[in-house]
């Protein structure tokens, strides 16, 4: 039988119940709330947004959240939500910050630094208010309250097939990432379906995001979607940035540390190669010297020990800090760390880690993801008592299978012959950041089956510059210059060898801080009298 419900709206009876003289369609306009029906006209429930369920408005409500559950054309609409971390943002209301149920009601509004608003507004970066925290320096004294709530995805089946090949070598050894920015701020929600921790680093004006331990493939597509973040988001870097990766699980016996140690000796020059000329002496373009050489002539680990320690008053060992940093705050004072590898976390860390400190600002998952292979081949041939004495390439051969070492050993002769000739700081790799992929690299195997590893005169550019023109005349060359570079070359003609003439970007200092970016065509005039790299005429 058809009926009227208390607001005229029609419905079968057997689907009501009647309260109070009145008609009210059961899970529509009333409720079963605590034992007892309740109307929707009550005023006595209310619902939760989140899970769907009503509940007494005399209960307490200290669990739920009143915020936005949506948007009424511009005027926001509040109510009752559970807190779900994935799925909460920040929203701007007038002057006030406000908690949103769902990026999905603010999908077409403005946002910086992890806040949205419907105007266009630049907040001010507060990551405290973002995070619910004041980050810390280190990624391990994130509170707990935060880290504890990491995702951990469903291994995506595209995600696996594409990258199975490529991450099951990677299994022995637990792997982690800083990546520094220069601006920007993500989401509560963005670092904890992503797996990064929001720490601070005084070296850069952004903030620094650490990965969580990375193990397993689901692991690597957390970093994955992180890093897709981190663009998404519209943070950024610059040349002034560094990733840094961490290699933890390593064996803590003698023949195995100096074996790794020796080893990355032999191979210093070759990754060195693999970028910027000014990495091994960043102090050209940054506050100091971040990546210098390994020292030599060790011979056994308490010598390496006793070096890193910078005392000899304390016993070789592994400790939770380090004696030029007791409690764990001031990791600058360790002078010992600024190499381009460093055992000091492998020492005086509870994560007992070899950091790699050499690597350019990226967030490119593929980069991240073959620079782990390569040194993942050192590792393994380390701990099992290998001295290297090969080429980089070589080693690759003999550490993984045909084509996986043919992606990797293409890999390494690109980034060698780009930085040879057209990148003295890196400037022009973080703006081609996202240009590069694995999927480039298999193209060219079947369309360029044959190249070789061009040999050239690694003569910084900066350093030729400097020396044959002041800053104003090269100042006067560029002024009034403008270079279009939005159009960039396909992955195949970076394969291909390089010559001076095709120098793209050379970053200046003139040592008071002054940083400056040239491209191309603004030094067409100047390139075409001197040979940046033999610095002759002609």
Not at 56 to 84: A, C, M, Q
Not at 334 to 351: D, E
Request: aromatic share 14%.
């Amino acid at each position: 039988m058809n009926i009227l419900t208390f607001d005229g709206t029609p419905s079968l009876r057997h689907k009501c119940r009647k309260i109070k003289g009145e008609y009210y369609e059961i899970n529509k306009q009333c409720f079963f709330v605590a034992g007892k029906w309740y109307r929707i006209n009550s005023g006595l429930i209310d619902k939760n947004w989140e899970t769907g369920e009503w509940f007494l408005l005399s209960s307490s409500k200290e669990d739920l959240i009143y915020g936005i559950t949506n948007y009424d054309g511009s005027r926001p609409v509040f109510g009752f939500f559970s807190p779900n971390p994935y799925k909460n943002v920040l929203v701007r209301v007038g002057a006030s910050i406000k908690m949103c149920i769902s990026e999905d009601a603010v999908r077409e509004f403005y946002y910086s630094n992890g806040i949205f608003s419907r105007e266009p507004f630049i907040h001010k970066l507060n990551p405290q208010l973002v995070f619910d925290y004041d980050p810390p320096y280190r990624g391990k004294d994130v509170p707990y309250e935060f880290s504890r709530l990491v995702y951990t995805p469903d291994i995506d089946s595209t995600f696996s097939r594409k990258y199975k090949e490529f991450l099951s070598p990677l299994g022995n050894y637990t792997w982690g990432f800083e990546l520094e920015t220069m601006g920007g701020l993500l989401t509560k929600k963005d670092c904890l379906l992503g797996g990064l921790l929001p720490v601070r680093d005084g070296s850069v004006s952004g903030s620094e995001y650490v990965t969580s331990v990375i193990k397993s493939p689901e692991h690597w597509q957390r970093l994955r979607d992180g890093l897709n973040s981190l663009i998404k988001r519209d943070t950024f870097i610059d040349h002034m940035c560094s990733t840094h990766m961490h290699v933890g699980g390593y064996p803590r016996t003698e023949e195995a540390i100096m074996n790794l140690y020796n080893n990355m000796i032999t191979l210093e020059p070759a990754f060195y190669k693999m970028f910027p000329v000014h990495y091994k002496k960043t102090g050209v373009f940054k506050r100091r010297d971040y990546n210098v050489p390994l020292p030599r002539g060790f011979h056994n680990t308490h010598e390496l020990f006793e070096y890193l320690a910078t005392t000899s008053s304390i016993k070789y060992g592994f400790y939770e800090s380090h004696p030029a940093d007791p409690r764990n705050d001031r990791k600058w004072e360790i002078r010992t760390r600024y190499h381009w590898m460093s055992f000091v976390p492998f020492y005086f860390s509870m994560a007992n880690t070899v950091e790699l400190r050499v690597h350019t600002p990226t967030f490119n998952f593929d980069k991240l993801l073959l620079w782990a292979l390569i040194i993942n081949a050192v590792f393994e041939f380390s701990k099992k008592k290998v001295i290297v004495k090969e080429t980089l390439p070589d080693l690759i051969d003999l550490a993984y299978n045909k084509h996986l070492a043919e992606v990797l050993k293409r890999y390494i002769i690109l980034r060698t012959n780009w930085f040879a000739a057209r990148d003295a700081i890196g400037v022009k790799e973080v703006y081609l950041d996202n240009k590069f992929s694995i999927d480039g690299i298999e193209r060219s195997i079947k369309t360029n089956p044959n190249y070789k590893l061009r040999r050239y005169k690694r003569k910084p550019l900066i350093d030729i510059m400097l020396k044959k023109n002041s800053i104003a005349e090269l100042e006067r060359r560029v002024s009034n210059r403008h270079s279009d570079i939005s159009e960039e070359p396909d992955f195949d003609a970076l394969l291909r060898p390089v010559t001076p003439q095709e120098v793209q970007s050379v970053s200046l200092n003139d040592f008071t801080g002054a940083v400056w970016t040239s491209t191309t065509a603004s030094m067409n005039t100047y390139f075409s009298q001197t040979d940046p790299i033999d610095n002759t005429r002609g």
